[in-house]
């Protein structure tokens, strides 16, 4: 079993930064594909970033590219996501996920999930 913890969360303007970070126990995550979800009030839950377990291989949403940067760092079983520049519409609950193998768009393919931290910017 993993346990997966959210951390950073916050209330920022726009065009603020914020830096969430995912702590894994119970196991290594270092064979896990890790995956950054959020989902906002009413609509679904969506990938915004994911990275393999080594760290050779991101993937980011359109809405996200080149404003969030994921990483990694096995040794501390953590996972983070930078997140630059943002924006009103980044507004949601932000979901750490791990998945053996690569990852998933979708959530219902994840193998372990945290409960969520709240990101709001304001206009």
Do not use: H
């Amino acid at each position: 079993q993993v346990q997966l913890v959210e951390s950073g969360g916050g209330s920022v303007p726009a065009g603020g930064s914020l830096r969430l970070s995912c702590a894994a126990s119970g196991r290594t995550i270092s064979t896990y594909a890790m995956s950054w979800f959020r989902q906002a009030p009413g609509k679904t839950r969506e990938r915004v970033a994911a990275i393999a377990s080594r760290g050779d291989g991101t993937i980011y949403a359109d809405s996200v590219k080149g404003r969030f940067t994921i990483s990694r760092d096995n040794a501390k079983n953590t996972v983070y996501l930078q997140m630059n520049t943002l924006k009103p519409e980044d507004t949601a609950v932000y979901y750490c996920a791990a998945r053996l193998t690569w990852s998933s768009p979708s959530w219902s393919d994840q193998n372990y999930w945290g409960q969520g931290t709240q990101v709001t910017v304001s206009s």
